[in-house]
Structures are given as structure tokens and as C-alpha cells.
């Protein structure tokens, strides 16, 4: 696609639940990041992928979130057991290569849980 | 600790004067971008200075470097009401190619 699509778009989930966010990178980028913004907070790193490299998972904050790649495309991040500090709105970039200047972002998806 | 820090979470300003906006940073870092926010949208990629350099201009936005202050600088001028979203400075620094961002400062441009 012409940009980086991320789905759904907004979440609401009751907290113990489950959740799965989609992003779907530009075509042919090979790196895709993982960000979150909590309110009145910065972009917050949470996990980096280049190509078939093993991630960077160092911004993960607890063993309850996980990310996968497929195929080198699309990434899913998990959330599990969903605690109300994890509302906030997710972004996903990916770029074409490690130089910096080609992050794009997704609109993200706002993930508030009740 | 690499570490990127936007101490002003907010800026007003008058249209047609210059707004700055300011980030500190810690230890050597090498790129240097602001990116620019809008409501429900991602932030998207808007000037960026190498740490070879000290001063990069794009039309009506140059950015400062300052490595001896580990400080940057953001001018926008003259700054316009469509310029009034959220600023975040972001550095690369020695962890590979994930960029590591401040907590952003919002400016509002006054018509």
C-alpha cells in the first residue's frame, strides 16, 4: 500500500483480555517498529524489526507483550492480560532500510483498556 | 542511558513570528530528526541534522545543533497556524536503527 496501515483503529477491551494489533508496513520495507504513546508521555520504543535479523525486543515492558513478523510483511503485537497502564495509542513504522530519514508512521491504534 | 528530553510540553506563538523549539540529549548520539504530529494521525518525518553538522535549513524550518551543549533547536519561521501540532525530537544513537524520541512539545501558532 501507499503508506503504513495499522488496524483496528481504536480498542476497547476489559482488562484480562487479550489483544492483537496489525500493521501492515509499505511494501518492501524492511524494517518495522513498534512504538507506544501513553498520555502526556513521548514515543515510547517497544520492539524493532530488520529484515530476518533477530528483533530487538529491549523496550518490551513486561513478558505480557509479544510481536511477530510474517513473511516479512505484516506484524502483529499481543498484549496479554491487558492492565489499564497499557492504554495508550500504538505506532507502528516501518522503514526501507536502517537509515533513519525513511520512518513512516501508521495513524496507530488507540488501545484503552477499561 | 541514551536519553532524549523536550522540557517545554507546550509553546504559544503569534503567526509570522519564529517559534523554537528545544531538545537536550545525553551521550553521543548520531542523527538527529523532529518529526511533527497532527490529532489521529502518526507523526511524520518533517528535518533532520547529522551529528557532522550544525546547523540544516528546509524552507522556513532550520534545526541548530549544538554538541558541546547536547542541544538542538527547532526555528520555525515565519511559523503559521497550520504549523500547530506536536514536535518530537528523536536521535539515533548506538542501538542500531531505532530511533530513540522526546516527550514532545506541542505548539499553537495564534492567527
Known amino acids: 500500500g501507499a503508506g503504513v496501515s495499522q488496524s483496528p483503529s481504536n480498542k476497547v477491551t476489559e482488562k484480562g483480555k487479550d489483544v492483537e494489533l496489525r500493521c501492515d508496513p509499505i511494501?518492501?520495507?524492511?524494517?518495522l517498529y513498534w512504538y507506544r504513546q501513553s498520555l502526556g508521555q513521548g514515543l515510547e520504543f517497544l520492539i524493532y524489526f530488520q529484515g530476518n535479523s533477530a528483533p530487538d525486543k529491549s523496550g518490551l515492558p513486561s513478558d505480557r507483550f509479544s510481536a511477530e513478523r510474517t513473511g516479512g510483511s505484516v506484524s502483529t503485537l499481543t498484549i496479554q492480560r491487558t492492565q489499564q497502564e497499557d492504554s495508550a495509542v500504538y505506532l507502528c513504522?516501518?522503514?526501507?532500510?536502517?537509515?533513519?530519514?525513511?520512518?513512516?508512521f501508521g495513524s496507530g491504534t488507540r488501545l484503552t483498556v477499561v | 542511558d541514551q536519553q532524549v528530553k523536550q522540557n517545554s510540553p507546550s509553546l504559544s506563538v503569534q503567526e509570522g513570528r519564529i517559534s523554537i523549539l528545544n531538545c537536550d540529549y545525553t551521550?553521543?548520539?548520531?542523527?538527529f530528526l523532529w518529526y511533527k504530529k497532527y490529532p489521529a494521525e502518526g507523526p511524520t518525518f518533517l528535518i533532520s541534522i547529522s551529528s557532522i553538522k550544525d546547523k540544516n535549513e528546509d524552507g522556513r524550518f532550520t534545526v541548530f545543533l549544538n554538541k558541546s551543549a547536547k542541544h538542538l533547536s527547532l526555528h520555525i519561521v515565519p511559523s503559521q497556524p497550520g504549523d500547530s501540532a506536536v514536535y518530537f525530537c528523536?536521535?539515533?544513537?548506538?542501538?542500531?536503527?531505532?530511533?530513540?524520541f522526546g516527550q514532545g512539545t506541542e505548539l499553537s501558532v495564534k492567527p
Open positions: 528523536a536521535a539515533s544513537g548506538n542501538q542500531g536503527g531505532k530511533l530513540i
Open positions: 513504522a516501518s522503514s526501507s532500510d536502517r537509515t533513519n530519514y525513511g520512518y513512516t
Open positions: 511494501s518492501g520495507h524492511t524494517a
Open positions: 551521550n553521543s548520539m548520531f542523527d
